[in-house]
């Protein structure tokens, strides 16, 4: 996954303050990478869809951070390299 490149037209179009199409398209691209940041959750509710290599999540219920360390299947370790 690769963030869009960043539009070099202006953000204001002449309807005013109206994101154009290409300003929409990289803020979704943004989103896409940003979402996942910072979530946390118990083991049950651990992330399904959108995951990539390295992806971070708090486990509330072993109480520690996990990260995939594979996509498909999806694997989870721990800091140590420890599947959870």
């Not at 154009?20 to 989103?31: E, G, K, P, T």
């Not at 509710?45 to 299947?73: H, M, W």
């Amino acid at each position: 996954m690769s963030l869009d490149p960043l539009p070099t037209r202006p953000i204001i179009t002449q309807q005013g303050a109206v994101l154009d199409r290409v300003y929409q398209s990289w803020f979704a691209s943004i989103q896409r990478w940003l979402g996942p940041v910072g979530q946390s959750g118990s083991t049950a509710n651990r992330p399904a869809n959108g995951l990539y290599v390295g992806l971070p999540y708090f486990d509330t219920t072993i109480g520690k951070p996990v990260f995939v360390k594979q996509v498909s299947p999806a694997v989870w370790v721990d800091a140590t390299g420890t599947v959870v």
